[in-house]
């Protein structure tokens, strides 16, 4: 499936602010409440800084969805991160430019979007909050 160009919020409490993000992959969630679940959380966020919601546009590009493979490293208790790390590399080299999968969120489940390519993918619209 290929995406348009669209809106979607990162939650964060990296220590500085940025404009540009350096990581490998970016988690992106499609509205304000789900990010701000990442970003208040010091578990999901691994950051020391101050939680806050980045609005950011995604260039558009062909997504692969993950959901099954999520699901079932979820249920044999992997390493989600790692899975998510390995699945990115595969879809690399498939031409994708994003993944997606189902995340349990604050309120229902939302689908979440990974950018494999932040750098040239990822845009930060406007200063966080």
């Given at each position: ?6 809106t ?41 800084g ?51 999968f ?12 990974i ?15």
């Amino acid at each position: 499936m290929k995406s348009k160009a669209k809106t979607f919020y990162h939650g964060t409490a990296a220590e500085n602010d940025f404009q540009v993000f350096n990581d490998e992959i970016v988690y992106l969630a499609p509205n304000r409440i789900e990010a701000g679940a990442f970003a208040e959380n010091p578990i999901l966020s691994k950051g020391k800084g101050k939680p806050r919601i980045l609005e950011v546009q995604a260039k558009a590009g062909k997504v692969k969805d993950i959901d099954e493979i999520v699901t079932a490293a979820l249920i044999a208790e992997d390493d989600i991160d790692e899975v998510i790390c390995i699945e990115a590399a595969t879809a690399r080299a498939q031409q994708f430019r994003y993944l997606e999968f189902s995340h349990p969120g604050v309120k229902n489940e939302f689908v979440a979007r990974i950018s494999i390519y932040p750098k040239e993918d990822l845009s930060i619209k406007r200063k966080p909050e």
